[in-house]
């Protein structure tokens, strides 16, 4: 077996550490996070027989983003057949776009039936990780010690909340929160209430709230195009249909997927593609066809192509917003007062409740868990200026650490469920190789590392994040930190890894 330079180097230093089979025992797994990823690390790992892991997860229930988001109109943007594990499919799905609740049902049912919630250690944060010896020796919050031949990162992306830099906003004297840390103890039953944000998270909330509250004002910085997507309800029949038979669920299934691929995920990679351009006319016709007076027309009229930022989904936010008692401010916000937010123009908006639909820090990923990788190496470090992965995956000098859903992955283009269980299955590979004795410490090369983000930046120009505007795609360079190229691109890259692109320590 062929070694890179550098592995032949650590040969020597890697010879005390022995693999899981040389020592007679499982290999030992640590999975980081009990939400869709970790449930299906948990799934796929019993499934293989390896059952010694252990899932640790901070809060006392599972779900990750279905958990910590409760907001009103709180649902999936991508479609519920579409958004479900392939293994486990759902024939009681309410909807085309079922709402969160529902989904954190579903993740709360699949591991009941395959059993893996009884790996998951609740109220268990991960705080520390030190590769030492070929073993990953790992530290929580509750001072637990635990040592694992492998690490698996399932995260999460959309998960640490990004709270505005806004003057005063401690004087309020109503509720004010984050949309991912909802406050059920205050009902917003006529009340008056704000909304700083115009992305899906607060469109969902003023389409669901506007009904129910005796004033919405929602404060808008920059306007977001809304495709106009129906979310009917499934029927008895059809659910009976696809209870009675599997295999129309899965036609529906692979259905959605082409259609999300084809006429979305595709588009996005590709700036001047008919898919993008079709994109763009929907969304056009869906705001002149829809907003009737034409001042308000022209502030929701946003000032950049069409999925330059994430798509909005709504099949009636433009309604909502024409509602008799919402407000839409695109005025400049000066300052949060005790009584409400103060806008540049003077006018003080009286609020008695403020929500912060203001999005999540994208660029978490691991952190805030500590992370030393061979060599005394801290990711921290390694990510000073941003986070980077090879094929979203795995990071150079950090051996049999691998993530789902991590940096520069397709986050913005597929069903992230898809996207996991492809790259699960590709890890699993990575992982045979240490099992079978082939190598003891895998990890991505710098080379590969070095190219592949060559390669993802230079792709990245053809996309259409990049066609003006500002959004969460774009890291610090305005260079998009997500999969620049086809789904089927990535699906390629997913059925087997490139050796010669890792470091194996033997």
Same mark, same amino acid.
């Given at each position: 077996?062929?070694?890179?330079?550098? !592995?032949?180097?650590?040969?020597?230093?890697?010879?005390?550490?022995?693999?899981?089979?040389?020592?007679?025992?499982?290999? $030992?797994? /640590?999975?980081?996070?009990?939400?869709?990823?970790?449930?299906?690390?948990?799934?796929?790992?019993?499934?293989?027989?390896?059952t010694n892991f252990t899932v640790y997860e901070k809060a006392d229930r599972l779900g990750g983003t279905w958990r910590e988001n409760t907001y009103p109109g709180v649902a999936c943007d991508v479609p519920s057949h579409l958004y479900s594990y392939s293994f486990a499919p759902n024939p009681d799905w309410s909807h085309v776009f079922s709402p969160g609740p529902e989904i954190l049902a579903y993740f709360e049912k699949v591991a009941r039936d395959y059993q893996v919630d009884?790996?998951?250690?609740?109220?268990?944060?991960?705080?520390?990780?030190?590769?030492?010896?070929?073993?990953?020796?790992?530290?929580?919050?509750?001072?637990?010690?635990?040592?694992?031949?492998?690490?698996?990162?399932?995260?999460?992306?959309?998960?640490?909340?990004?709270?505005?830099?806004i003057e005063g906003i401690d004087t309020f004297k109503g509720k004010v929160f984050h949309s991912a840390r909802w406050d059920h103890s205050e009902p917003i039953d006529a009340k008056r209430l704000g909304v700083i944000g115009t992305g899906s998270t607060a469109v969902q909330i003023v389409s669901s709230a506007v009904s129910s509250v005796s004033s919405l004002t929602l404060f808008q910085r920059t306007a977001q195009w809304v495709l106009p997507v129906a979310n009917p309800?499934?029927?008895?029949?059809?659910?009976?249909?696809?209870?009675?038979?599997?295999?129309?669920?899965? !036609?529906?299934?692979?259905? +959605?997927?082409?259609?999300?691929?084809?006429?979305?995920?595709?588009? =996005?990679?590709?700036?001047?593609?008919?898919?993008?351009?079709?994109?763009? $006319?929907? *969304?056009?016709?869906?705001?002149?066809?829809?907003?009737?007076?034409?001042?308000?027309?022209?502030?929701?009229?946003?000032?950049? $192509?069409?999925?330059?930022? $994430?798509?909005?989904?709504?099949?009636?936010?433009?309604?909502?917003?024409?509602? &008799?008692?919402?407000?839409?401010?695109?005025?400049?916000?000066?300052?949060?007062? &005790?009584?409400?937010?103060?806008?540049?123009?003077?006018?003080?908006?009286?609020?008695?409740?403020? /929500?912060?639909? #203001?999005?999540?820090?994208?660029?978490?990923?691991?952190?805030?868990?500590?992370?030393?990788?061979?060599?005394?190496?801290?990711?921290? =470090?390694?990510?000073? @200026?941003?986070?980077?992965?090879?094929?979203?995956?795995?990071?150079?000098?950090?051996?049999?650490?691998?993530?789902?859903?991590?940096?520069?992955?397709?986050?913005?283009?597929?069903? +992230?469920?898809?996207?996991?269980?492809?790259?699960?299955?590709?890890?699993?590979?990575?992982?045979? +190789?240490? *099992?079978?004795?082939? %190598?003891?410490?895998?990890?991505?090369?710098?080379? %590969?590392?070095?190219?592949?983000?060559?390669?993802?930046?230079?792709?990245?120009? @053809? #996309?259409?994040?990049?066609?003006? *505007?500002?959004?969460?795609?774009?890291?610090?360079?305005?260079?998009?930190?997500?999969?620049?190229?086809?789904?089927?691109?990535?699906?390629?890259?997913?059925?087997? &890894?490139? +050796?010669?692109?890792?470091?194996?320590? !033997?």
């Amino acid at each position: 077996m062929s070694k890179s330079a550098s !592995a032949k180097s650590r040969a020597g230093n890697a010879s005390s550490s022995m693999a899981a089979s040389d020592r007679g025992d499982s290999p $030992r797994f /640590v999975i980081i996070g009990a939400g869709m990823a970790g449930i299906l690390s948990a799934i796929k790992l019993k499934e293989a027989g390896l059952t010694n892991f252990t899932v640790y997860e901070k809060a006392d229930r599972l779900g990750g983003t279905w958990r910590e988001n409760t907001y009103p109109g709180v649902a999936c943007d991508v479609p519920s057949h579409l958004y479900s594990y392939s293994f486990a499919p759902n024939p009681d799905w309410s909807h085309v776009f079922s709402p969160g609740p529902e989904i954190l049902a579903y993740f709360e049912k699949v591991a009941r039936d395959y059993q893996v919630d009884s790996f998951i250690r609740y109220g268990t944060e991960v705080t520390r990780l030190e590769f030492h010896d070929g073993r990953w020796l790992v530290e929580t919050s509750t001072a637990e010690r635990d040592e694992a031949d492998f690490v698996i990162a399932a995260t999460g992306v959309l998960h640490h909340p990004s709270y505005p830099d806004i003057e005063g906003i401690d004087t309020f004297k109503g509720k004010v929160f984050h949309s991912a840390r909802w406050d059920h103890s205050e009902p917003i039953d006529a009340k008056r209430l704000g909304v700083i944000g115009t992305g899906s998270t607060a469109v969902q909330i003023v389409s669901s709230a506007v009904s129910s509250v005796s004033s919405l004002t929602l404060f808008q910085r920059t306007a977001q195009w809304v495709l106009p997507v129906a979310n009917p309800e499934i029927g008895e029949e059809d659910r009976a249909k696809y209870h009675d038979d599997p295999e129309a669920m899965r !036609a529906v299934r692979e259905e +959605l997927s082409q259609i999300f691929e084809h006429n979305f995920a595709n588009a =996005v990679v590709d700036a001047d593609s008919p898919q993008a351009e079709m994109l763009a $006319r929907m *969304c056009t016709e869906n705001l002149e066809g829809n907003v009737r007076d034409p001042e308000l027309r022209e502030k929701l009229r946003p000032p950049y $192509r069409a999925a330059c930022k $994430r798509l909005v989904i709504s099949p009636n936010f433009y309604e909502a917003i024409q509602a &008799p008692n919402a407000h839409l401010v695109t005025e400049g916000i000066e300052r949060v007062e &005790p009584e409400g937010v103060r806008t540049r123009d003077g006018k003080l908006h009286e609020l008695d409740i403020l /929500v912060l639909a #203001t999005g999540f820090r994208v660029d978490r990923f691991l952190r805030p868990i500590e992370v030393i990788g061979r060599g005394g190496i801290s990711l921290d =470090v390694v990510w000073e @200026k941003r986070p980077s992965a090879y094929l979203a995956i795995s990071v150079p000098e950090f051996p049999n650490l691998f993530m789902l859903n991590g940096p520069n992955g397709p986050v913005g283009n597929f069903s +992230l469920i898809d996207v996991a269980e492809l790259q699960f299955d590709y890890i699993m590979q990575l992982v045979d +190789l240490v *099992c079978s004795g082939k %190598a003891r410490e895998v990890s991505a090369s710098h080379e %590969a590392a070095e190219r592949f983000e060559d390669e993802r930046v230079e792709a990245a120009k @053809k #996309t259409v994040w990049v066609t003006g *505007c500002r959004s969460w795609y774009l890291d610090d360079r305005g260079v998009p930190a997500a999969w620049p190229w086809s789904f089927g691109h990535f699906r390629d890259q997913m059925r087997r &890894p490139r +050796l010669e692109d890792y470091e194996l320590v !033997a």
